[in-house]
Structures are given as C-alpha cells and as structure tokens.
C-alpha cells in the first residue's frame, strides 16, 4: 500500500512539472510574439509593407511638386546620376508640376536581382498612375533597404 501511495505521488508531481513546463514554453512563446517588432515581411500579411508606404509618400510628395523631400527619399547613387538638387527640382517641376489629383497605386513587389545589381538591398519595384496635363503617366520605382531605411534609386515612367 505504501508503494502505491508513493508511485501516485511521484505520478502527480510528474504531472505537476510537465504542465509547469507546459504553460511556461505557451508564456513564453505569446511573450516573444507580443515583444518583436514587426517586420516588412510581417507588414505583407496584415498590411502595407514599409518599402511600399515609402514610395507612396514619394509619389505623393511628387504630386505635389515638392523636389525637395523626394530628393531626401533618393539613394545617395541615384542623387548622383540626377545630377545636383536644382536639377531634379527641374525635372519635377516639368513632369509633375501639373499633376491632377492624387496618384494611384498600381502594383508593388518584389525586384529580382539574379546578378546582385542591388548588392542585397532587398530590391522592391512599385507603380503609381499619375494623371498630368498630357494624358496618363505610370511610374514605377525601384526601392533598396539602405541600412534599414528604404530608399528610391530607380524612377521610370511610361506614357499610357
């Protein structure tokens, strides 16, 4: 009888440490998910990635014919290839100084890069309808991960 007492109490704290064990690996797990920071990543299953949001703070600053902040949203590389600021403000102000409207999101994803053009920037292409004066421009960009912070380095537009 003895023995059998002892064997049940031996099963119950059995028991007691595999549910402790239990409920400590769920708090610590609900824990970890409640502390991270959400990543792009996580932005593209619940909502809009952050490289996204920057190009569409890009294209509405250019919509509004401010040079100026969307030149601060452009790699240091593609600043150089523009040219100084005054010559950008020159591009923006004969492109997008005409600009009806808000522009339009197209689509937005990511950029391949099979020969590493982007030096593992996490490339990501998105596209904006603009309507200007002469009828109906897309505009898509090229954004790179510059140290954490996402960055315009290509803009191509096509008359539609």
Do not use: C
Not at 35 to 45: G, W
Not at 83 to 99: C, I, L
């Amino acid at each position: 009888m003895r023995e059998s007492q002892n064997l049940q109490q031996g099963l119950v704290r059995t028991r007691v440490v595999i549910v402790t064990i239990f409920v400590l690996a769920v708090l610590g797990v609900v824990g970890y998910f409640a502390l991270r920071q959400p990543s792009s990543k996580d932005a593209q299953t619940g909502g809009t990635p952050a490289y996204q949001q920057v190009a569409g703070q890009f294209f509405t600053a250019m919509s509004k014919n401010d040079s100026h902040t969307t030149w601060g949203m452009m790699t240091s590389r593609y600043q150089l290839l523009i040219g100084p600021e005054d010559a950008w403000k020159k591009q923006v102000n004969e492109a997008f100084g005409t600009s009806t409207g808000t522009p339009t999101f197209v689509s937005a994803g990511k950029q391949s890069d099979p020969k590493n053009t982007y030096k593992n920037q996490d490339p990501h292409r998105v596209t904006y309808l603009f309507t200007l004066k002469d009828g109906k421009w897309s505009s898509t960009v090229i954004m790179l991960n510059i140290n954490g912070t996402w960055k315009v380095d290509e803009l191509e537009s096509q008359a539609q």
